[in-house]
């Protein structure tokens, strides 16, 4: 199955970086987030970040817990994100947690796609199994 809408990012809280040197710096940040679409509901994120003295390159992962409805059927699940950005090529795999959902969503899997519009508003599609 499939599930497509739009989402909005809210509260980034990023704390002082836990580590700085030779110009690299790892951080700690959380978001929250609100789902539109076949998902809807909301979410908490917690960030690790690592940047880099190259302008586009940088990591993050990250735990982010969803709760909600998918496609009309309510519960949590999380989500973890693994994205690089190596100079301006991004990669990013968004992926349940296995046997992490919970209610009417329990034995959920997949994975979710994110992206970016050129006006800075975020869309999602999650291709699912239940």
Do not use: C
């Not at 496609?71 to 046997?99: C, T």
């Amino acid at each position: 199955m499939t599930a497509k809408g739009t989402f909005d990012t809210a509260n980034w809280d990023a704390k002082q970086p836990y580590e700085e040197r030779d110009g690299v710096t790892l951080g700690l940040v959380t978001m929250t987030k609100t789902f539109h679409g076949d998902l809807t509901g909301t979410s908490l994120v917690t960030l690790m970040i690592a940047t880099t003295p190259v302008e586009d390159s940088r990591s993050y992962v990250a735990l982010e817990r969803i709760e909600g409805a998918l496609h009309g059927r309510s519960g949590s699940f999380v989500v973890q994100h693994n994205a690089v950005s190596d100079r301006g090529a991004h990669a990013l795999r968004v992926s349940v947690v296995p046997d992490s959902a919970t209610g009417e969503l329990t034995g959920l899997r997949g994975e979710m796609q994110i992206v970016i519009g050129p006006d800075g508003g975020h869309s999602y599609t999650f291709d699912y199994t239940l």
